[in-house]
Nanobody, 125 residues
Framework: QEGLVESGGGSVESGGSMTLSCTTPDYTRRTRCMGWFRQVPGEEREGVAAIDRDGRTNYAESLKGRFIVSLDDATNTLYLQMNDLQPADTAMYYC???????????????????WGQGTQVTVSS
């Protein structure tokens, strides 16, 4: 809840696509690394993707090839394009920043310092 506002969530059928957006305040420009994580109630947060201002990216291994993170540096808007969505992708998705570098996105590590309110993504079979 640090001024980040996610949008673009909703419901989609299995196999569909969805793009999430995150508007971020100017003060987040001081951070080199931003990204997304998701969480299902009762479960641990899962890092989804990270990107730095040089365009380097990193993804959760299970999501590589389906999810694409991008950053419009001019508007400081973060995106997450999600393809071939599956019911297992159902979660609250959060935009986040303040990771030290994209390599900190790895299993068992939560790399972000601040995040938004989240947007719900529901995938039906």
């Amino acid at each position: 809840q640090e001024g980040l506002v996610e949008s673009g969530g909703g419901s989609v059928e299995s196999g569909g696509s969805m793009t999430l957006s995150c508007t971020t305040p100017d003060y987040t420009r001081r951070t080199r690394c931003m990204g997304w994580f998701r969480q299902v109630p009762g479960e641990e947060r899962e890092g989804v993707a990270a990107i730095d201002r040089d365009g380097r990216t990193n993804y959760a291994e299970s999501l590589k090839g389906r999810f694409i993170v991008s950053l419009d540096d001019a508007t400081n808007t973060l995106y997450l394009q999600m393809n071939d969505l599956q019911p297992a992708d159902t979660a609250m998705y959060y935009c986040a920043y303040d990771c030290t570098h994209v390599g900190t996105l790895r299993p068992g590590v939560f790399p972000f310092g601040y995040w938004g309110q989240g947007t719900q993504v529901t995938v039906s079979s």
